[in-house]
């Protein structure tokens, strides 16, 4: 689902901007850039997880969206709204996630199977909401930008999944199951940059479980690069 998502993003963004480009050379106006699509991609972890997690390995995240800007009167502010998608991956090193069980509290266990790699990964449905700064308003492919923000977001679905080796053969296994994971989730967002590049970070303001099912402190975080224009 990973890699649909963002290939088609990707496509949509490529094609738009080819569009964009071709139609700006045959006229002598064009309108403003608005940032109304963002394409994310950055490193992610948790913060608040007990010693008794055992995080490894890198852990990835990706998001598409696309928003539409409503300037602020003729200042160099704006403000944006939109809707996409944002996945996590967050990888376990010699340790599972037991979602068989009938406990109501989410187990994490030694891992006996050898997996090769081990993650855990959550897809939301976003609604981003953005205060954003431009220097150069009438085009916003160049200059320095600069925003603050806020996402809401719907879980659509939560899995985990180990790849390893048996007999020779590639063996992957996958449960997916929402039962111990909040369904609704918040983070704070920033992102400052130049041009069509930006350095984004987000983090969540509620906790990542749902209270009684597992611990109450976990509160996901991203880093990364974020990509606009259009």
Known sequence: MTKHFLGTIILIFI???SITAQTNS?????????????????????????????IGGI???????????????KSNFSFAAGLGAGISN?????QVINRKDSSTQILFEP???????????????????ELRYFSDKDDRNKGVKAALGLKVGALVSSYTKGKYVFNEKPIIDKISTKRYMETMHYAATARIGYGNFSLYGQYSIGGLFKTGNGPENVRPYQIGLCLSGL
């Open 59 to 73: 852990g990835r995240a990706f998001g598409g969206y696309i928003t539409y800007d409503f300037p602020i009167s």
């Open 111 to 129: 891992e006996t199977t050898n997996y090769k790699k081990y993650k855990l990964t959550n897809t939301y449905i976003e609604v981003p909401f």
């Open 90 to 94: 967050i990888y376990l090193k010699d």
């Open 26 to 54: 045959k006229t002598a106006y064009s309108t403003p850039s608005r940032d109304n699509v963002m394409l994310q991609i950055g490193y992610t972890n948790w913060s608040g997880a007990p010693d008794s997690i055992k």
């Open 15 to 17: 094609f738009s901007f």
